[in-house]
């Protein structure tokens, strides 16, 4: 391979050239080859070896084209084409893989001949295809928003990569951490190396990679002479340094020491910083002198004038739409009398030169909004700001109710920005008239900004000093914010400085990839939370990998992960799950170049996630089986001690089960006059509760016969047949016969038919048994006063009373319950069940419809209807 790309030219020519004579071979094959095969063996031994040797390269081939992948070996030709009834030949299915992997070799090598061949043949071909060539002219697209300012976006076709171009290669990888770009600390109260690891980790790893990049050793060198005992900074631990360490080796993020960090917390500001003035006007737009920088001599001129300035505004435009990280295209810089745009992309290894200002405590540099700012400088340039003034910060403690830029233009300087070049492609070369004014303009006006915004602040202080501004309802309320009470006049100039010292204290750290759990800014963890769609768990994994695939994919080709793959099609994909490249790029549309290039890997990453996905719910399922499987009962062992001696006590109590049960039986054949109670008892009423007591204690009075409580012990069968051969006694009837009207009549009849009590006897008079209501007489509703009803209807008459027919007097003497309904006076009498024929003819009267009857109201004269229930 390393002979192959070292003589690239001679390499592919042969290649060519074997390819070519080879398929000119195959094409000059008889048709007949079988049967010259089939007449001479050596022909037919060779011709097997060669095809062999072929089929194993083919084989080999799609395997290193397509790792990871199940290929299905191609093993015949039947593998590859299928013949027809017709003749014809057809792509066998198991062919179509080996197919899509050749097309996406293919687009992988015309992708690599565009960047490697150079030749004007190959450009002028490229340029006719719109694939490369020169950039052509801007582009103006103004993109309508709901808001009442409109987005003017410039673009550009064909626009060089600039990154390719760049001295310093780009690093995005996940596993390293950034390191400095200096290898001069310009301005400095401490060494370069103040703050990093201690001289113990010298020869490790961290030690040699910054000793790589023109880093010295790390070893903790002294403060110079001078200057106080400088603060040790949090990074200068050992532990930490033995924990970057690690992190390094094991493959994560580390972040090195803020280089000025020393210089920024220990800053002294110039005193004209903290005295009033009036503030310069800035000056005229037409008259002021501006300068367009992009060589090195025109840099050089730059950095004179900026020397001699006390203050000076600074202002970068970025572009992250085509790398992963992004990278500085524009820097704007502003004195009191000249403005500079800095080509960054041309002088991109030139800009360093910038710490000879921005490092110096003695010049105050005024940004707007700088955290991002000082971020892209640390990591394009290796720039650092030391005596930072960040009018936002300022925007927040004046209370203002606005903090954008073009707020404060508008406040101080009258003057409106033109944003609508905000989503302008700020790679385009050369730059357009129209952005150069747009870059120009924010950092024009910005010094008049300062002047204005540190004058409010001091006479603020001033005027407020001792005043409780923090407390509502109170006069000062509202004038300053971030401050309970101003004990001095440049308090709240002190606190915008402080502020804007931990903005200048920011580091740039690599974004790491979180695969597990999805964590940080570029996490799938975060983006699922946003958009907030619903995924199956096979989905869900596919959206994983996808991600995954996107981010690697992404920092490989230094491209952001919204040109690999935009979100919605990655959310479309997801839900989607296609199996073939053809599917696959109609899901994206338009398809982007990354996709289409590698396509069969995304299918191929699609199916192997979709496999995982569902043997792992299968696993999860004979786990669920598993827990939910009928399990044996637990057994309760507290009381298993006590359980013998509770069966003994129950053994030796005369009132056992078995007792019980014998019990019942002779005192249902002993006594026939208490049966069961009705199974609708009546409504409940004083005499009819008093009746109630008055049996219970006539039932609990009925002494138990002696022979139970003789047989007790005895088994029931034993008891039965004592009973059997036994023969039983007729109960002695009453001396006094009792008259018990039973409840077989109407409660009316009972009335009427009720004869005068007898002659009470000893027994009747000890329990007054006349006064016994065991009659339904008491409980009936004849004793209960009701409402008389009035008839509805005018003229009807109430149903004439039946005649109450003579009670015979009860026989005890009878044993059976027929003979006891006979001695009634046969007034309990069987009733006739009225049998079912199913061929008789249905009554249907009482189905037939009624007729609706109508009457007129003589006062009102209004017909209504009445139905007749």
């Known amino acids: ?114 960047e490697v061949l150079k030749t004007a043949a190959h450009q002028m071909r490229a340029q006719a295809s719109g694939q490369m060539g020169g950039q052509s002219a801007p582009l103006v697209t103004t993109v309508k928003t709901s808001s009442r300012a409109d987005y ?42 103040y703050g990093l690891p201690s001289a113990a980790l010298a020869d490790s790893p961290l030690g040699h990679h910054l000793h790589s990049l023109g880093i010295a050793r790390p070893g903790s060198t002294p403060p110079s002479s001078g200057h106080s005992t400088p603060r040790a900074p949090r990074s200068a631990d050992v532990s930490q340094g033995i924990a970057a360490m690690s992190a390094l080796e094991a493959g994560s993020l580390g972040a090195l020491p803020h280089p000025y960090e020393y210089e920024i917390t220990h800053i002294e500001y110039p005193p004209w910083v903290f005295e009033a003035a009036p503030p310069q006007p800035p000056a005229e737009w037409d008259a002021a002198p501006f300068a367009f920088v992009d060589t090195a001599e025109q840099l050089h001129a730059m950095m004179g004038h900026l020397l001699e300035a006390r203050e000076l505004a600074i202002d970068l435009e970025h572009h992250d739409y085509r ?147 923090a407390t509502p309802g109170q006069e000062h309320f509202g004038l300053l914010a971030g401050l309970d009470r101003v004990a001095s006049p440049t308090q709240p100039l002190e606190l915008v400085l402080r502020r804007s010292e931990q903005t200048s204290l920011k580091k740039h750290v690599k974004e790491g990839y979180d695969a597990e759990h999805g964590l940080g800014l570029g996490g799938w963890a975060r983006l699922l939370k946003k958009w907030c769609h619903p995924f199956t768990p096979t989905q869900l994994a596919v959206f994983r990998a996808l991600h995954q695939w996107r981010d690697s994919c992404a920092r ?52 192997r996630e979709r496999q995982r996905a569902d043997a792992r719910l299968q696993e999860f399922g004979a786990l669920v089986q598993a827990e939910e499987a009928p399990r044996a009962a637990p057994v309760h062992t507290r009381f298993a001690e006590e359980q013998p001696a509770r069966a003994a006590a129950r053994a030796e109590d005369v009132l056992s089960e078995q007792l019980l049960r014998a019990a019942d039986a002779m005192v249902a054949a002993e006594s026939r006059l208490f049966g069961g109670l009705p199974t609708r008892p009546p409504r409940p009423t004083a005499a009819s509760q008093k009746a109630q007591a008055i049996r219970s204690s006539l039932a609990l009075s009925v002494a138990v016969p002696a022979r139970v409580v003789a047989g007790a012990s005895q088994e029931e069968p034993e008891l039965a047949r004592v009973r059997a051969k036994r023969p039983r006694e007729p109960a002695e009837p009453p001396k006094d016969m009792m008259v018990i009207s039973e409840a077989f009549q109407p409660p009316r009849q009972q009335a009427a038919a009720r004869p005068p009590p007898p002659k009470k006897s000893k027994t009747a008079e ?56 006979e001695s009634a006076g046969g007034v309990k009498q069987a009733r006739k069940k009225k049998t079912f024929d199913p061929y008789a003819k249905v009554d249907d009267s009482k189905f037939a419809k009624k007729p609706n009857r109508s009457r007129v109201n003589n006062k009102s004269g209004n017909r209504t209807l009445s139905y007749k229930k």
């Open 1 to 114: 391979m390393d002979e192959f790309v070292g003589n690239f030219d001679s390499s592919l020519a042969a290649a060519f050239g074997a390819l070519v004579g080879a398929t000119k071979v195959a094409g000059k094959l008889p048709s007949d080859i079988a049967f010259h095969r089939a007449l001479d063996e050596s022909v037919d031994q060779r011709l097997a070896q060669t095809s062999e040797r072929v089929l194993g390269m083919g084989n080999a081939l799609w395997t290193r084209a397509q790792p990871g992948a199940a290929q299905v070996p191609i093993d015949s030709i039947d593998d590859v084409a299928l013949r027809q009834a017709d003749g014809r030949w057809q792509l066998a299915p198991g062919f179509r893989p080996v197919v899509d992997a050749i097309d996406t070799l293919l687009e992988k090598i015309d992708v690599g001949l565009d």
């Open 152 to 193: 003017r976006l410039v673009h550009a076709q064909n626009i060089p990569r600039p990154q390719l171009s760049f001295k310093d290669a780009v690093d995005n990888s996940p596993s390293t951490p950034f390191v400095w770009k200096i290898r001069k600390k310009v301005h400095a109260k401490v060494p370069l190396d």
């Open 323 to 469: 790398s992963y990280q992004g990278f500085t295209c524009l820097v704007q810089l502003s004195t009191r009398t000249r403005d500079y745009v800095v080509d960054a992309l041309a002088l991109r290894a030139e800009l360093a030169v910038l710490n000879e200002v921005t490092a110096d405590p003695a010049k105050i540099k005024v940004f707007h909004g700088a955290e991002s700012d000082i971020v892209w400088l640390q990591r394009d340039f290796g720039v650092y700001v030391v005596g930072l003034f960040d009018t936002y910060h300022a925007s927040h403690v004046l209370n203002m109710p606005h903090h954008s830029l073009a707020h404060l233009l508008q406040t101080y300087c009258a003057y409106r920005a033109d944003k609508k070049y905000q989503l302008a492609d700020w790679r385009i070369r050369p730059v357009p008239p129209e952005m150069l004014a747009y870059a120009r303009a924010d950092t024009h006006f910005l010094l008049h900004v300062f002047d204005r915004m540190r004058g409010e602040l001091l006479e603020r202080g001033r005027r407020l000093v001792g005043k409780d501004v």
């Open 556 to 607: 490989q080709e230094d491209e952001s992960v919204r040109y690999v793959l935009p979100n919605h099609m990655l959310f479309a994909i997801a839900d989607r799950m296609p199996t073939e490249p053809p599917q696959l790029l109609a899901l994206c549309q338009p398809t982007p170049p990354l996709v289409r290039l590698y396509a069969s890997d995304v299918v191929l990453l699609i199916k």
């Open 766 to 821: 000890a329990l007054d048994l006349s006064k016994i209501a065991l009659s339904d007489d008491a409980m009936s509703d004849e004793n209960v006063p009701q409402k008389k009803k009035r008839s509805r209807k005018r003229g009807r008459m109430p149903a004439p009373k039946e005649k109450a027919e003579k009670v015979e007097r009860f026989d005890y003497r009878a044993e059976d319950a027929d003979a006891i309904g």
